[in-house]
């Protein structure tokens, strides 16, 4: 079953306007992390919030974490057209030894920046 | 510092096969994880690695498996192919940090069962 569930599906804007998704997740987490692929290539890892964290920061990328609503977002500013790829949040659930040893992914947002 | 390899990058089976796929992690990662990614079902959890131990399986029936040598590398097998299991399998490894595991991917092998 999937842990995250990222909302839009896919999203088209233009170069240089600001990217938003969003993911919800159901259980307890000891992180939350977004990772970004192109077509048909495997996932990149672009950041890791934790789950006492609020907000944290990476060059143009703002990720914001709500324990209490179980929910993250990620926003990419000033967008590029090199941003076009699917973006999957990915939950590190706590298990009974502090980690299940895997993350669970979304189905991701497919972001489409125009030139 | 070498990526995480995948061999092979693409093949063809018919279904009945078996097929066996490598993965060999970054120099130092221990554990590694296997995905299936399809359209449909987006990234399922296979199972994860450490020192040669399965630590967690996803839910995936006994045709799925695999096993870690002492060098960290890793192979997954699928006996008896059916055409759902045309996919692509992600293979990932990791630095065990407490709190957070980041995975480095592999660019994965595609299958294609026939």
């Known amino acids: 079953s999937q842990q995250g569930e990222e909302d839009p599906q896919a999203l088209s804007i233009q170069e240089g306007e600001n990217a938003t998704m969003n993911c919800s997740y159901k259980t307890s987490i000891n992180n939350l992390q977004w990772y970004r692929q192109n077509s048909g290539r495997g996932l990149v890892h672009l950041i890791l919030i934790r789950s006492n964290e609020r907000e944290k920061h990476s060059g143009r990328l703002r990720v914001t974490l709500d324990t209490s609503k179980k929910s993250s977002s990620l926003l990419i500013t000033a967008s590029r057209a090199a941003d076009t790829a699917s973006y999957f949040c990915?939950?590190?659930?706590?298990?009974?030894?502090?980690?299940?040893?895997?993350?669970?992914f979304g189905k991701g947002t497919l972001l489409t920046v125009n030139p | 510092k070498a990526g995480v390899t995948q061999t092979p990058r693409y093949l063809i089976k018919t279904r009945g096969q078996q097929v066996t796929l490598s993965c060999s992690p970054i120099?130092?990662?221990?554990?590694v994880s296997w995905y299936q990614q399809t359209p449909g079902q987006g990234l399922q959890f296979l199972f994860e690695y450490f020192s040669e131990t399965q630590r967690n399986k996803g839910n995936f029936p006994g045709r799925f498996s695999g096993r870690q040598f002492s060098n960290s590398r890793s192979e997954m097998n699928v006996s008896t192919l059916e055409l759902g299991d045309s996919a692509l399998y992600l293979c990932?490894?990791?630095?065990?940090?407490?709190?957070?595991?980041?995975?480095?991917f592999g660019a994965g092998s595609r299958l294609t069962v026939l």
């Open positions: 990915a939950t590190d659930a706590r298990g009974s030894g502090g980690s299940n040893y895997k993350l669970t």
């Open positions: 120099s130092g990662h221990r554990s």
């Open positions: 990932a490894s990791s630095l065990v940090v407490p709190g957070a595991n980041v995975l480095t």
